[in-house]
């Protein structure tokens, strides 16, 4: 499985982006997918992911601000991000679960200035 993550770039506070992930490899629906992100000096995190299928799971500080959805392609996540802040800086990774492994994207940047 190859993840490629597109939509990064730079916003000002209070702005959105939207991030893009296409899963190739696979005909088969991979039903875990989500979003992590890592700020410099700091662990990667959860942003959010589906589980599962359907189910979602955020983290809180991005609760109300950010969206995940299924893309119409095939094995796509969006990832929309509104009300940007700058502790959103971050390298965000497209991450998906498929038989038993896990695959990582190669990131994409977003920066938020204040």
């Known amino acids: 499985v190859q993840l490629v993550e597109s939509g990064g770039g730079l916003v000002q506070a209070g702005g959105s982006l939207r991030l893009s992930c296409a899963a190739s490899g696979t005909i088969f629906p991979i039903p875990t997918m989500g979003w992590y992100r890592q700020a410099p000096g700091k662990q990667r995190e959860l942003v959010a992911t589906f589980t599962r299928g359907t189910s979602t799971n955020y983290t809180d500080s991005v609760k109300g601000r950010f969206t995940i959805s299924r893309g119409n392609a095939k094995n796509t996540v969006l990832l929309q991000m509104n009300s940007l802040k700058s502790e959103d800086t971050a390298v965000y990774y497209c991450?998906?679960?498929?038989?038993?492994?896990?695959?990582w994207g190669q990131g994409t940047q977003v920066t938020v200035s204040s």
């Open positions: 991450k998906a679960e498929w038989v038993r492994r896990n695959y």
